[in-house]
């Protein structure tokens, strides 16, 4: 009986710590999953010059299977959020600023069948396409500028 009485307070003050927790904020995020990645074979990548106009020098095609697959293992399950104000959303006009990029993985060298795009701002912010959807629903919880690097060191990317 004194047993029965102990698991009992155990599971309420079990239930009540965890009724108290106030990490609501996790609740509205999760790990994205790039649907389809094994397809993609080519990836496109295009940024700005100093005056924020994209030219034919800020643009590079990767043809190399493998750095595909090793850029999408680096992005890939990023925790991501659905932006709750317009200002978290705004953050997407840094698009025109050089340093930023626009990724899209492809299927085919012309980017016309399966294809999926990523925002890699300079701030560190990474936006991904919404895996049902063709439009960017959903942004980095926090700032990643390594992955930024890492993923201009893989790419070799210099513009």
Do not use: H
Not at 34 to 51: A, G, R
Not at 130 to 159: C, G, Q, R
């Amino acid at each position: 009986m004194k047993f029965l009485k102990t698991l009992l307070l155990l599971i309420a003050l079990v239930i009540g710590l965890v009724g108290c927790d106030n990490s609501s904020s996790k609740a509205n995020t999760r790990e994205i999953i790039i649907p389809k990645s094994e397809f993609y074979q080519y990836l496109y990548i295009q940024s700005v010059n100093d005056q924020g106009v994209s030219t034919k020098e800020t643009g590079k095609l990767i043809k190399d299977p493998a750095t595909v697959q090793d850029f999408i293992r680096l992005v890939n399950r990023s925790v991501v959020m659905v932006p709750k104000t317009e200002k978290q959303a705004e953050v997407v006009k840094q698009l025109d600023k050089q340093g930023s990029y626009i990724i899209a993985l492809g299927d085919t060298k012309s980017m016309d069948k399966i294809t999926y795009k990523i925002y890699m701002l300079k701030d560190g912010t990474i936006f991904f396409q919404d895996t049902m959807k063709k439009e960017m629903t959903y942004m980095t919880v926090k700032k990643e500028p390594e992955k930024l690097e890492k993923a201009k060191k893989l790419l070799s990317i210099n513009f």
